[in-house]
């Protein structure tokens, strides 16, 4: 009776559903986002119809993934970052091309897609490539390797995926010679909305998403040389995290935040920044800038975990064997599927993707019948126009919740399959779309609870050995911004650690009380030095 209680308890605790559906507050950079990568898909379509070659449509747009990465990343970062995605989308794409047009069965083609996931998620999480991560390169392999190919259209799939991926690399680029300093302003910006959330209605919860948005401001700000804008942003950031240790009356505190929305506010629309400080608090916050400089980049941990790969590597094969022995044609839906509940970090996390998944798709199906029952789909504009404004859609919600997004990918897989197979209509595959979409995210959580993660006691260690030197420092040297700095980004760690070991199934052998214990104590230290003494 303990046993099956010991089970079930495990079990609810495993495939928690709450707050799956739930959507997420974000502020900023959404509709710029948005409103690029729609440029870049309808500009690429358009080329296509006028040159007579839609049946390229797939391949352009697989070319416009790339400018779905790097949405928050300054553009030091994002320069690199998006050469690299646009480089594996177009390998990704040759990969899978070469392997239909030599391939006779449909077996090369499902081990090319699997091993394309596994190549891709290890690398996206190496290079810490953040959302989508390595979710598009399966869909890019995928739909090479399932389309009927001939040695000679190879190098044209190939060229038009990279042609695409190139425009979207320079249309993401081009910023930078107007507004080089908008992703470090977009950080900060949200960081006071945090505190001023905190603010106006104090909770740990608020507290904690302030001092995260805090620290993450830091690190942008100080991986990049300092001029006069980035001066004013750092200056900002040590004044409102005073504000957050401070404290005060209801009425002062409420004050505060009104301030600090303002100055958001002017951050994200004013080109000169004053960070309205005096002579005295711009010396004291200016230091507080140099101590955070001076701790330098974090520890980047331990190497992602392999084990991550061969999961996604047998789901794919998994999905792709089913999906391909029920006759689905097209069956790499359900190997992306598969890899899109895998790409996240616990078997928690990955349930919370598959609803979101398979009721996205259904919602989403649901959406394409109706749309296409009013549309008329022989027109190759109007596809074209379906095609954008789901794409738009779909990066208008992402960010606020994954099942949102998916309501409009939908309609847009069915319209672009539409654009390159005109005799196939769109109202056709919504059945299939979907069916083949719950196979591959079953499939996902199937192969996530077989196959443990053994590396969660290891991890959770590392964190925990690097939370209690930061907090020994603090002990012995006293509390200055940098220290403070070390040890918040120390703590969250912990904190992660321990987050990803308790949606897990080999979580078990976790030592959860030695790492609460060192939370506690950073905590306590954290919230027992209510200023900075500058060095």
């Known amino acids: 009776m303990n046993y099956f209680s010991s089970v ?104 090319v897609v699997a091993l394309v996931a596994a190549a891709a998620k290890y690398t996206s999480d190496t290079v810490r490539l953040g959302a989508p991560a390595g979710l598009m390169f399966v869909f890019a392999a995928g739909v090479a390797a399932y389309a009927p190919q001939t040695l000679a259209g190879v190098p044209v799939h190939t060229l038009t995926t990279a042609a695409a991926a190139a425009l979207c690399w320079v249309m993401a680029m081009v910023g930078v010679l107007v507004h080089p300093r908008a992703a470090h302003r977009l950080a900060s910006a949200r960081a006071l909305h945090a505190v001023a959330d905190h603010l106006h209605a104090p909770t740990p919860a608020r507290r904690q998403g302030a001092e995260a948005a805090l620290h993450r401001a830091r690190q942008v700000l100080g991986a990049t040389p300092r001029t006069d804008t980035v001066l004013a942003l750092e200056v900002m950031i040590a004044r409102a995290h005073t504000l957050v240790l401070d404290g005060g009356d209801r009425v002062l505190q409420g004050r505060r935040a009104a301030e600090l929305r303002e100055l958001a506010r002017r951050v994200r629309t004013r080109r000169r920044l004053d960070p309205l400080v005096s002579e005295e608090e711009l010396r004291t916050f200016s230091a507080h800038a140099d101590q955070v400089r001076s701790v330098g980049a974090a520890h980047p941990g331990p190497a992602p975990r392999m084990v991550w790969a061969v999961r996604i590597a047998l789901a794919s094969l998994a999905a792709g064997v089913l999906a391909w022995s029920l006759g689905m044609g097209h069956g790499y839906w359900a190997t992306v599927s598969a890899a899109s509940v895998l790409q996240a970090t616990s078997v928690t996390l990955t349930w919370h993707r598959t609803l979101q998944r398979a009721l996205g798709t259904v919602a989403g199906t649901g959406a394409a019948a109706a749309l296409f029952a009013v549309v008329d789909t022989s027109s190759v504009w109007v596809l074209i126009i379906v095609v954008v404004l789901c794409q738009v859609g779909a990066e208008l919600v992402v960010t606020t919740n994954y099942a949102y997004a998916i309501v409009c990918v939908t309609p847009l897989t069915l319209a672009l399959s539409s654009l390159a197979h005109p005799g196939a209509g769109a109202s056709d595959l919504v059945g299939e779309r979907l069916a083949a979409t719950v196979l591959g995210a079953v499939v996902g959580v199937v192969v996530t609870l077989l196959v443990r993660d053994g590396s969660m006691r290891e991890r959770v260690e590392w964190a925990m050995g690097e939370c209690a030197r930061a907090c020994r420092q603090v002990e012995e040297c006293g509390m200055d911004a940098g220290a403070r700095h070390r040890l918040v980004d120390a703590h969250a760690r912990v904190r992660e650690a321990l987050a990803v070991a308790g949606g897990e199934t080999g979580g078990r052998g976790v030592p959860r009380g030695r790492a609460e214990a060192v939370c506690e104590r950073a905590q306590a230290l954290l919230d027992r030095e209510r200023s900075f003494t500058p060095a």
């Open 8 to 111: 079930w308890g495990r079990s609810s605790t495993l495939f928690d559903s709450r707050g799956s559906l739930s959507p997420r507050r974000v502020r900023g950079n959404v509709i710029v986002t948005a409103a690029r990568v729609g440029v870049c898909l309808l500009t690429v379509l358009i080329i296509l119809h006028l040159a007579g070659r839609m049946d390229l449509a797939p391949y352009a747009a697989m070319g416009c993934f790339t400018a779905l990465y790097a949405r928050d990343d300054t553009y030091r970062r994002r320069a690199p970052i998006l050469a690299l995605v646009a480089t594996g989308l177009t390998l990704s794409v040759g990969a899978g091309a070469l392997t239909s047009a030599l391939s006779t069965t449909m077996v090369a083609p499902i081990v």
